[in-house]
């Protein structure tokens, strides 16, 4: 709990304050931002801390302890009356107060208060303010040691891949019959061999399959890889460690040297739009205009209408990356939400903009590191035509 540093930030964005609450572990940021221990609170508790001056704490009386690891001085309350009494010391009128909510919804990973507790909050008649770009100096700026773990977590992945499709071209070339659920099976063997962590096992697809990004190989219906297949792999781990940083590429594969031209036509274009979201992005960082998640999705959506594929997009342009592989920070989205938060020096998150037209899927991802000094990094290889195996 950087108290100093949270302070410095609430002023440089003119807010009296930030307010986390907690009742029963309902609310998972404060859970993880306070350090909350297993036993949960059976009354309301809450934080608050000021843009200057001391944090308070306001608690049940017959939970006084709960939040005794943390600074700041305890105000206690017996019952609802006492409890607004504490509160207004702090929430007093017009003040700006950021919390964990975001205006119509447009940031869910960041709406860990619910609506009820939001009119309660406004009854002390306090501006309360999305907490959404104040949170992402705390979850989602990483250090040099978590970017060194995404880039080993890089070459183990890599590695993965390369004995994936060594393992397909040498079953073909020894006239075996293989399937996307095979594939899954190795690569499952592969990737227990390292040292590596996955929340989820890799998303793969053989020809028709790669045109749902959510597609995991069944069994049944499993499609077979043959000469000439089309192969699309997501894949996204991080080390085991605890404050490890997930690496999350997706790369478009096909068997054998026979490209159908439609193909490499819409890879072509995917990889322009990728190319197109980077070189955005850098020229914000070096001119200084704001550089929001929403606006690069909607620049790349822009450019896919233009090529007459705007029916085909399914889903945003990326996302932030962290200990989790979903992190906490923007995503380029203007599409599945309106996430107008920016890009922040420190932030780590993919590129990966897709097309699935029915009978093609292509879809190209690489990871993209803002450093503190607001230059531009990929660590790790950058595909930039279809890798014939």
Request: charged share 20%; aromatic share 10%; net charge negative.
């Amino acid at each position: 709990m950087n108290v100093t540093k949270i302070q410095s930030l609430l002023q440089d964005f003119s807010l009296n304050g930030w307010l986390f609450t907690d009742f029963q572990g309902h609310d998972f940021i404060s859970l993880d931002f306070l350090q909350l221990t297993h036993r949960k609170c059976t009354r309301r508790l809450f934080y608050y801390i000021p843009a200057f001056g001391e944090p308070i704490k306001v608690l049940s009386s017959i939970e006084p302890f709960l939040l005794d690891h943390l600074p700041g001085r305890k105000l206690l309350y017996n019952g609802l009356a006492e409890q607004k009494e504490a509160l207004s010391t702090f929430l007093r009128p017009n003040a700006s107060i950021a919390c964990q909510y975001s205006p119509g919804g447009n940031v869910p990973i960041i709406s860990s208060m619910d609506a009820g507790l939001i009119e309660y909050l406004r009854s002390f008649k306090v501006n309360l303010v999305s907490s959404a770009d104040l949170m992402q100096h705390f979850g989602a700026v990483l250090t040099d040691g978590q970017i060194e773990s995404h880039l080993q977590a890089g070459i183990i992945i890599h590695r993965i891949l390369e004995r994936s499709f060594r393992w397909i071209r040498e079953s073909l070339n020894k006239g075996q019959a293989i399937d996307e659920w095979a594939l899954l099976c190795q690569m499952k063997k592969f990737i227990a061999a390292e040292p590596i962590h996955m929340d989820f096992p890799p998303f793969l697809g053989i020809d028709e399959h790669a045109c749902d990004p959510g597609y995991e190989p069944q069994q049944q219906c499993s499609k077979p890889i043959k000469e000439g297949s089309r192969l699309i792999i997501d894949i996204a781990g991080r080390l085991p460690e605890e404050d490890s940083v997930y690496y999350d590429i997706t790369w478009c594969i096909n068997v054998g040297p026979d490209i159908n031209p439609e193909y490499k036509r819409l890879f072509d274009i995917v990889n322009e739009a990728r190319s197109q979201a980077l070189s955005y992005i850098r020229s914000c960082l070096e001119t200084g205009h704001p550089l929001r998640g929403c606006d690069v999705d909607a620049l790349v959506r822009s450019f896919f209408q233009k090529n007459g594929l705007g029916d085909y997009l399914m889903h945003r342009t990326g996302h932030n990356i962290g200990h989790n592989c979903h992190g906490i920070g923007t995503n380029l989205d203007d599409y599945e939400t309106h996430d107008d938060r920016l890009l922040l020096p420190g932030t780590l998150f993919s590129i990966e903009p897709g097309v699935y037209t029915g009978r093609f899927g292509v879809r190209l991802e690489y990871d993209v590191h803002i450093t503190l000094d607001k230059q531009v990094r990929i660590y790790g290889p950058v595909q930039e035509k279809i890798l014939v195996i």
